[in-house]
């Protein structure tokens, strides 16, 4: 795994004072999405409490209409109300699944958190079936560590 060798790189890249903070966020996307092979769509999206909703701020990967969210709809609005990791090996088995793509097969989304409130969640869309970890979810933890100390 390159995980390892990326965190150096995702702590340079959030550091960057001179980049806006969506900037470096889509920037983890992309170092993320062109690194690790299964990565095929990578986002950030972040809550809106009052409208009870997540929203796109960042991404690598195909575009997708699903820019807003509700809280509850698919794995991302799932995420925002039990405030933990959700795990897809198969997206097909799933009844509260949002396609964004029809080749996305897995999917992983795990929340994140500023002063213990989850505030937003890194989603990661695959197009091979069952290729998450127990790895790929303390890395994306610790992304989200290191994402949460610049906002």
């Given amino acids: 795994m390159p995980f390892t060798s990326l965190r150096p790189k995702i702590k340079t890249i959030l550091a960057n004072e001179n980049d806006e903070i969506d900037s470096r966020l889509t920037e983890v996307c992309e170092l993320l999405q062109t690194n690790i092979g299964y990565y095929d769509w990578v986002g950030f999206y972040f809550a809106n409490e009052a409208e009870k909703t997540l929203h796109l701020r960042a991404f690598a990967g195909e575009p997708t209409d699903h820019t807003v969210i509700p809280f509850g709809k698919g794995i991302c609005g799932q995420v925002a109300i039990s405030n933990s990791n959700f795990v897809v090996p198969d997206v097909s088995a799933q009844n ?56």
């Fill in 96 to 151: 509260n699944y949002i396609a964004c793509s029809i080749n996305v097969r897995s999917e992983i989304v795990v929340p994140l958190f500023k002063d213990e409130k989850n505030i937003g969640q890194i989603d990661i869309d695959s197009h091979i079936a069952d290729p998450f970890s127990v790895e790929d979810e303390r890395f994306l933890e610790w992304v989200n560590e290191e994402v949460a100390k610049i906002l």
